[in-house]
């Protein structure tokens, strides 16, 4: 392996491998979702760490934004970046709102869902939907989103992404790198007062999420702005297996620190491995599909997790039947996600940009008729 600089060609290269990488992120979320459901000490869950998966999904996000905005963004302008990220990422967080809804309100397993009025639903319907935070919602644990939990992180790229189209995106890559040395220890402070990296879902741990997303992002956007990546013959399998040993890493008596050396030094390591790799053959198909994948899964699935928690609750099924649950459901909601993504999540952002297109080339045309 050696160090190699991204392409300066005009014609930009895809990264499969890191599509693929995603997808391979986004499935161990949902596993993760119903085994922390199980094993409510992580030290017991065989995929103790599956919620780095988050971290990773931040390093990459750097990368990504680095990759499609900087040098871009002075021709766009704040509003093309903007309504560019929004076409791109709010319509699944409607779509996670309502099946969220949904969820709650006939859960078999729940309860009643009216127990303690109307208005906390309600209002937190109406956050969900506009992307606010409202950690009041009954039986939820404080999640900043109640009826899409895994939400928070979206809203955490919503305030990472106007960080870069303000701040970020002007400045030097030695003070990029210099913001993320200072995020590290940021991050590290965060893992060490929790003895965890996990927080950032709920009101009492919110402080721990801008950690997370501030170094991960930084870090991201640094590997993209030095141009590191490194060229190797390792393929997309041998890096997800390298993905998952993270997420499936034994605890430790330092656990905080485990963690922070994963999310601080693995990660980046595995983006510039990632990017520097390439997918052959029928895999190369397969990390674009598990790519494309892997924001609607990641949106929709928590609405059959949160019923499955309190039937697990109320049974507490044995080990072959809770296997064939959680194998079962993973490749139910894989499907699910396929069907948000083929038939509402594309559909709706190309007429969406359709929309948009049309309204900025009417409204480019009428600018020399306001001149006269």
């Not at 309502?98 to 009216?114: C, K, W």
């Not at 955490?156 to 992404?161: D, G, R, S």
């Not at 970020?168 to 929790?194: D, N």
């Not at 080990?319 to 069907?339: H, K, N």
Request: charged fraction near 10%.
């Amino acid at each position: 392996m050696h160090v190699s600089s991204l392409s300066t060609s005009s014609a930009k290269p895809h990264y499969e491998v890191l599509d693929g990488l995603r997808g391979t992120a986004a499935i161990t979320i949902v596993v993760f979702h119903f085994l922390e459901l199980v094993w409510s000490d992580y030290s017991q869950n065989p995929l103790g760490h599956g919620f780095l998966a988050v971290d990773f999904f931040f390093c990459l996000s750097g990368f990504v934004i680095g990759y499609a905005y900087d040098g871009r963004l002075t021709n766009i302008g704040y509003r093309g970046f903007f309504r560019g990220r929004l076409l791109r990422l709010h319509p699944l967080v409607l779509l996670g709102s309502v099946l969220g809804l949904l969820s709650f309100l006939f859960d078999p397993f729940g309860g009643d869902p009216y127990a303690r009025g109307v208005w906390p639903i309600v209002a937190g319907f109406i956050c969900s939907l506009l992307l606010l935070p409202f950690p009041w919602l009954p039986g939820r644990g404080g999640a900043l989103f109640p009826f899409n939990s895994p939400t928070w992180s979206l809203f955490m790229e919503y305030c990472i992404n106007i960080v870069y189209a303000f701040v970020l995106s002007r400045l030097h890559k030695g003070v990029t790198l210099l913001l993320t040395l200072v995020a590290a220890v940021w991050l590290a402070v965060a893992a060490y007062h929790a003895g965890t990296l996990i927080g950032g879902w709920a009101d009492a741990n919110i402080m721990d999420g801008f950690a997370r997303v501030s170094f991960s992002f930084l870090a991201g956007l640094s590997v993209y702005r030095f141009q590191w990546v490194l060229r190797t013959k390792l393929g997309f399998v041998a890096l997800s297996l390298l993905l998952l040993a993270t997420f499936m890493c034994p605890y430790f008596g330092q656990n905080w620190a485990v963690e922070w050396l994963i999310v601080a030094i693995v990660y980046p390591v595995v983006i510039a491995l990632g990017a520097g790799a390439a997918a052959t053959g029928w895999w190369r198909p397969v990390c674009r599909f598990i790519g494309r994948l892997s924001y609607p899964l990641y949106m929709t699935h928590i609405f059959l997790i949160w019923p499955f928690g309190n039937y697990y609750a109320k049974y507490h099924p044995g080990p072959g039947l809770l296997t064939l649950i959680v194998a079962v459901g993973t490749g139910v909601l894989m499907g699910l996600g396929y069907l948000a993504m083929r038939w509402y999540d594309e559909p709706v952002r190309r007429w969406l940009n359709g929309k948009v297109k049309t309204r900025v080339a009417c409204e480019e045309a009428a600018v020399p008729a306001r001149q006269l």
